[in-house]
């Protein structure tokens, strides 16, 4: 069966603060992958999604970035966190090619920035 | 472009009681549909979908919603509400083959 990693679980970091976010996945091959961010009280805003390895579509402009160094793997990164960039980070993985596809979300990291 | 509304930011109900959460979409052509659902300090996890056939569509928990094309409206109910029904529920919409945009969520409150 099919498992979705991330780490760590909870992060307060620095303002100015470099970040990284890992996100895995077991038990299938060349996912879709996903990031989303969801702040306090509001719905989930897709940051970046990936249908391969080092390919990278970003959905909202910010100091922000994502990677996709192994077929199962997704990084979110910064250079210098902002307090804004506070919030529960979600990754998903989806089936490629399939109609309907359904996301699998992992458990999230909560990331405060102070 | 599609988007998806939903009403109700919050929902309070007493417990064994029915509720109804109101979602609404845009779009100018076919879309899937889903609902799914977040628990305290949790990821999401699909309650259901409409790809097509059947307007009635059953998920787990005891949830089903009905997709309604004339109102663009994919509403989610559950006649008998449980206290661990507590959480947040979220609508979405794809296009065929694109990627999926959620509503803004609506919290659901059960009530001892």
């Known amino acids: 069966s099919q498992t979705i990693h991330q780490w760590p679980a909870t992060l307060v970091q620095p303002v100015g603060s470099p970040l990284s976010l890992e996100c895995t996945v077991e038990?299938?091959?060349?996912?879709?992958l996903y990031w989303y961010r969801q702040a306090a009280g509001r719905g989930l805003q897709l940051l970046f999604y990936?249908?391969?390895?080092?390919?990278i579509s970003s959905e909202v402009p910010q100091n922000l970035s994502a990677s996709r160094p192994q077929d199962r793997q997704f990084i979110l990164s910064s250079k210098k966190l902002l307090l804004s960039d506070s919030g529960f980070y979600l990754c998903?993985?989806?089936?490629?090619?399939?109609?309907?596809?359904?996301?699998?979300f992992g458990p999230g990291t909560r990331l405060l920035v102070l | 472009a599609q988007s998806v509304t939903q009403l109700d930011s919050q929902v309070p109900v007493f417990e064994e009681a029915p509720v109804e959460l109101r979602c609404n979409y845009s779009?100018?052509?076919?879309?899937?549909l889903f609902w799914y659902v977040q628990y305290p300090n949790q990821g999401l996890q699909l309650l259901l979908k409409?790809?097509?056939?059947?307007?009635l569509v059953k998920g787990i928990n005891g949830f089903e919603a009905e997709f309604n094309k004339s109102q663009t409206s994919f509403h989610l109910r559950k006649p008998s509400v449980h206290i661990s029904d507590t959480a947040e529920y979220f609508c979405?919409?794809?296009?065929?083959?694109?990627?999926?945009?959620f509503g803004p969520g609506t919290s659901l409150s059960v009530i001892p």
């Open positions: 409409y790809l097509s056939g059947s307007t």
């Open positions: 998903a993985w989806s089936v490629p090619g399939a109609s309907g596809e359904t996301q699998y």
């Open positions: 990936s249908v391969g390895i080092g390919q």
């Open positions: 979405a919409v794809s296009l065929i083959y694109d990627k999926v945009i």
């Open positions: 779009s100018s052509v076919s879309v899937y």
């Open positions: 038990g299938t091959s060349n996912p879709n």
